[in-house]
T-cell receptor, first 115, second 109 residues
Framework: GAVVSQHPSRVICKSGTSVKIECRSLDFQATTMFWYRQFPKQSLMLMATSNEGSKATYEQGVEKDKFLINHASLTLSTLTVTSAHPEDSSFYIC???????????FGPGTRLTVT | KQEVTQIPAALSVPEGENLVLNCSFTDSAIYNLQWFRQDPGKGLTSLLLIQSSQREQTSGRLNASLDKSSGRSTLYIAASQPGDSATYLCAVGRRQFYFGTGTSLTVIP
């Protein structure tokens, strides 16, 4: 099946700094990628839809100025958590789909810890 | 907005037992339903994908069914093994997915 990678897998940063997470589709092109967030012992929540060449679409309650999404190419989407705070500590996962069936391929996730 | 519920939230069974995990969703206008497993602290492993036109999919000891009209899916695990212990998530959607709350499965040796 298709492969989606994320980098980094783990990151620890200080409060107030910004962190960039990359999501890449390695063997297929994805015009759309999705970003999810998972808090401890909770399920995944969709944050935003990343569209290549256009602005991202954010879910209700997600601050677009805090979670900056850039989808510069058909194989790369980035999520930047700006001015991170401890409450932003979470597991961030991206996904991308291909084909008519829209099967979603998920990245391995990025564990963000803000101290 | 789509809401996805999974029952039970937790399940503990002895090794070798067959078991069923349930998933229900409120909006039947979906393209796909996908079952995943997630090990503690890890990402998602896709188990089965059912397209909206299909009623079931099978892979090894796993069988997933979909009844779109009633908004339900089940994941059947045959002859459970300790290695099956994980959290199982179902997700439904058209392109973006909405996830259920998960079932934490423990298979006791």
């Amino acid at each position: 099946g298709a492969v989606v990678s994320q980098h980094p897998s783990r990151v620890i940063c200080k409060s107030g700094t910004s962190v960039k997470i990359e999501c890449r589709s390695l063997d297929f092109q994805a015009t759309t990628m999705f970003w999810y967030r998972q808090f401890p012992k909770q399920s995944l929540m969709l944050m935003a839809t990343s569209n290549e060449g256009s602005k991202a679409t954010y879910e209700q309650g997600v601050e677009k100025d805090k979670f900056l999404i850039n989808h510069a190419s058909l194989t790369l989407s980035t999520l930047t958590v700006t001015s991170a705070h401890p409450e932003d500590s979470s597991f961030y996962i991206c996904s991308a789909g291909q084909g008519v069936a829209y099967e979603q391929y998920f990245g391995p996730g990025t564990r963000l810890t803000v101290t | 907005k789509q809401e996805v519920t999974q029952i039970p939230a937790a399940l503990s069974v002895p090794e070798g037992e067959n078991l069923v995990l349930n998933c229900s969703f409120t909006d039947s206008a979906i393209y796909n339903l996908q079952w995943f497993r997630q090990d503690p602290g890890k990402g998602l492993t896709s188990l089965l994908l059912i397209q909206s036109s299909q009623r079931e999919q099978t892979s090894g000891r796993l069988n997933a069914s979909l009844d779109k009209s009633s908004g339900r899916s089940t994941l059947y695990i045959a002859a459970s093994q300790p290695g099956d212990s994980a959290t199982y998530l179902c997700a439904v959607g058209r392109r973006q997915f909405y996830f259920g709350t998960g079932t934490s499965l423990t298979v006791i040796p």
